[in-house]
């Protein structure tokens, strides 16, 4: 048994990423309560977890961000990473990502859940990390393990390696085979599983399934392929060494086999990684980073407690990180660490340091953010990690239910944003609400629940407000008169606008053609500002663009004209003149393109249809066997929560991107709706 004797790595940092409700978080509780960090396992359902600790995720029962836990295991210190399955908290993951050694990527025999199987992969691939596939809840597979292997496949640019194969009895599955080890295993609940005898058919199909696990490991290794050409049989060593080296350069994607909520198959894995995944240094070198003395460390999240402030969790990729240093980051700022804590769930230990590969949290790093790279020298890093936030696809308008929490929201909507990068805030100018994006339903709903119940901010929400504007069809000549007498001085300002449509697009164009002096060039900026206030709402109650107006006539008084007379003037013209001039509802009209599933188009296009979109095409997503993308244009009011109606068809795999257009008529009936909705929401 030559794996028992290879030397340690140093503490290790490992993501557990996979679909939604594949059984992340109940791998992570079996893996504390085998090597002895937790007595017994935790329950997602009970709400007993180590991961899934927050209010949000207690509540909801699904991860809502990442968790993050440390245990030893055979003398070597381990951190998981708990990943989030839904896509739409999936900026934890990637955020985390860059700064684990390997991934466990837990899934299971079901065939919908292969695009999310994909997506995950495939961020994984591109990194270039090395990853184990663990096929959870084999108790309940109905499938040969070759068949699930085929269905499974197509999601991964790698092979597949089976590590593992089943001992079935009967129709249910007892155990397992080893192929490297070349031992059998019998499952024992909660306990380690025995050793047993291969014989019979089970030894036929453990050779037939190791052989095949060495001729894929033999594409990449011309001795062995060799050795079995001659029907040599490989040390077992040597078939170690394959193995690890393999999956370090991402040339395949081992697969082993358990049931995480019996606690099967968990040693087998932790045995898997502690031989075969890579440590700190490869992984430093795989993110690029320079070798040196000082601590280097990248941050993966950010969390502001409720009553123990800022927390920054990083990786350290190199050196020794003393309580109390000052850190410089690569994004310019400095920053002294108060308070170094080890990671186990929502329970933190202090430490008064930290030494290269662990995963540790820094305290109040108040100017240090998520993706920032940090190191100990005098001088700021090169970042190491940049990630951009997937573009949001929801969104709502939120306002404070008691006024005198504005400031409070807005603090409360930074902090939020810097927990989660993949949240957007935008003040809308026009109604002045802030509009808050996001990756779904989920999410946005989460976010709220974070602003009440962590940071005592109770709020509004509605949908946001779409950008309807107006436009004219007809020209027309107005003249804008204001005279007012009050004793004194008065008021005296009269204009004569000529008002005219212009094509789509082109906005607002002023012009003058006053002759004689009619209106003294000192007052033709106050007229002009008269006219785009006339034009900030329009008879239909929204903003009126692509006109042009010129003032070609007017009159003055020497001692009653002003500014804001003659401001006022153009202000009247404008208004009067507008109704008459055939006002015609305008709406934006959006790109948009979606990705999804080839078996989804179908109804993709159904739903693209009934909401007013025009298809302009589909093609096959490049580089994404098995997915199209779909091209129309749509209407902004139908885009609202296509978001919804898109995940539910294609098991939360789709997704889409927007890009304005152009604004478009509506006229009928559509139009009067809307008129109407307007006035009453006004």
């Not at 739409?88 to 899934?107: K, N, S, W, Y």
């Not at 306990?191 to 453990?206: A, C």
């Not at 490989?234 to 395949?252: C, Q, S, T």
Request: hydrophobic share 40%; proline share 5%; glycine share 10%.
């Amino acid at each position: 048994m030559g794996q028992d004797v290879r030397s340690p790595q140093g503490p290790r940092c490992i993501a557990l990423v996979g679909p939604f409700q594949s059984g992340k978080t109940t791998l992570l509780e079996a893996i504390l309560a085998r090597t002895g960090a937790i007595k017994n396992a935790g329950s997602v359902d009970a709400g007993t977890s180590v991961g899934d600790a927050s209010p949000e995720a207690r509540h909801h029962k699904m991860g809502v961000g990442l968790s993050a836990a440390t245990t030893t295991f055979m003398g070597d210190s381990y951190t998981f990473i708990d990943c989030p399955g839904s896509v739409e908290f999936a900026h934890d993951m990637r955020a985390a990502l860059p700064a684990v050694d390997a991934a466990v990527v837990v899934c299971e025999a079901d065939e919908k859940k292969l695009p999310q199987l994909q997506i995950i992969l495939r961020e994984l691939e591109d990194l270039g990390i090395p990853r184990f596939l663990f096929l959870n809840k084999i108790d309940r597979a109905n499938k040969r393990i070759r068949e699930t292997l085929a269905t499974l496949q197509p999601a991964s640019r790698v092979p597949l390696v089976l590590r593992q194969i089943p001992i079935w009895n009967d129709e249910l599955i007892e155990g397992f085979v080893d192929l490297a080890l070349e031992r059998a295993f019998v499952y024992r609940e909660h306990k380690p599983s025995e050793v047993i005898t291969l014989e019979g058919g089970d030894l036929d199909r453990e050779k037939e399934a190791r052989f095949s696990m060495l001729e894929k490991l033999a594409d990449h290794d011309d001795a062995l392929m060799e050795q079995l050409l001659e029907d040599i049989q490989p040390p077992r060593d040597a078939v170690f060494d394959d193995l690890a080296r393999e999956l370090r350069e991402g040339l395949i994607c081992p697969v082993l086999l358990g049931a995480a909520a019996r606690e099967n198959g968990v040693l087998r894995l932790m045995k898997a990684l502690r031989h075969e995944s890579p440590g700190v240094v490869e992984t430093a070198k795989r993110l690029g980073a320079p070798s040196q003395k000082e601590a280097l460390a990248y941050v993966f999240k950010t969390l502001h407690l409720q009553h123990g402030g800022k927390l920054s969790l990083v990786r350290l990729l190199a050196g020794h990180l003393d309580d109390g240093a000052t850190l410089q980051s690569s994004s310019g700022e400095a920053g002294r660490v108060s308070g170094i804590l080890a990671v186990n769930g929502a329970h933190d230990t202090k430490r008064a340091a930290a030494e290269a590969g662990e995963t540790i949290a820094l305290g109040k790093l108040d100017a240090i953010k998520t993706g920032d790279t940090l190191s100990g020298g005098k001088t700021a890093p090169a970042a190491l990690v940049q990630i951009a936030p997937a573009p949001p696809v929801l969104a709502m308008s939120l306002s404070a239910a008691d006024r005198k929490d504005d400031v409070k929201l807005g603090q409360a909507l930074l902090r939020l944003n810097e927990e989660d990068p993949s949240l957007t805030m935008i003040q809308n100018q026009r109604t002045h609400d802030i509009v808050l994006w996001g990756q779904g339903e989920m999410h946005l709903r989460v976010a709220l629940e974070r602003l009440r119940d962590r940071f005592g901010v109770n709020v509004k929400s509605q949908p946001p407000a779409i950008g309807y504007q107006e436009t004219i069809r007809k020209s027309i000549t107005q003249r804008g008169r204001h005279k007012k007498q009050s004793g004194g001085h008065g008021q005296f300002g009269d204009v004569v606008l000529e008002i005219k449509p212009m094509p789509r697009g082109s906005g607002f164009e002023f012009h003058e053609k006053v002759v004689g002096g009619a209106v003294p060039k000192n007052y033709i900026g106050a007229v002009e500002e008269g006219v785009v206030d006339g034009l900030a709402k329009g008879p239909l109650g929204f903003p009126v663009i692509d006109v042009e107006v010129t003032l070609i006539d007017g009159s003055y008084h020497s001692v009653d004209s002003s500014d804001l007379a003659f401001r006022t003037a153009a202000r009247i013209g404008m208004s009067e003149a507008l109704p008459e001039c055939q006002p015609v509802l305008l709406e934006p009209i959006h790109m948009v393109e979606i990705v999804c599933p080839t078996e989804a188009t179908a109804k993709i296009n159904a739903i693209l249809s009934a909401r007013r979109g025009q298809i302009l095409g589909f093609d096959t997503r490049e580089g994404w066997p098995g997915w199209d993308c779909v091209r129309a244009t749509m209407p902004e009011a139908e885009i609202g929560d296509l978001i919804v109606e898109l995940r539910s068809a294609t098991a939360g795999a789709g997704g889409f991107t927007r890009q304005f257009d152009r604004m478009a008529e509506v006229t009928g009936r559509a139009a009067d709706q809307i008129i109407a909705a307007h006035r009453v929401a006004a």
